[in-house]
């Protein structure tokens, strides 16, 4: 997320040198000297030899990389302390039964209650059709119930 966040134009990634200001400043400057020490370094490498690979670069300022530790972002960070909230494979698991079966469920009762409704909604027409029969027998009725005058 933070890369995308500084973002060099035209799509490119950003330099190594742009990501480590980036992650270390506060209020818009670096603080600590190790910080604005080693962004100088980064700087005066990318300048010297700009043909540098990141990685390169990278190794040049802060030592050879082991892969289980972030670089330039506070130092030490270990690939674990990153993964602090996560469940293991089981759990996920679990809970992607889980989430399907409730989903199954969710879906069979929104079913059951859409064809009810329809039903009612067929019901409901007939009523009405049945109401509009009878108001138009109504004047008929009333005609042939009427007393018949003798006069």
Known sequence: MFVFNVKGGGGNPPDVGTIFYESQKKNNKLVKPEAIQKHDQIEEILNAEPFLSSIEI?????????HSHVVAF???????????????????????????????YLNEENKSLHDRLSTLKDEIKEIRKMKEF???QQPRVRAATLPVSTE
């Open 58 to 66: 990278v190794e040049k300022c802060f030592r050879p990389q082991n």
């Open 74 to 104: 506070g130092g030490g960070v270990k690939e674990k302390d990153l993964q602090s909230g996560t469940f293991s494979k089981a759990k996920l698991l679990s809970m992607l039964r889980s989430t399907r079966e409730e989903n199954k």
């Open 134 to 136: 009878f108001a138009a």
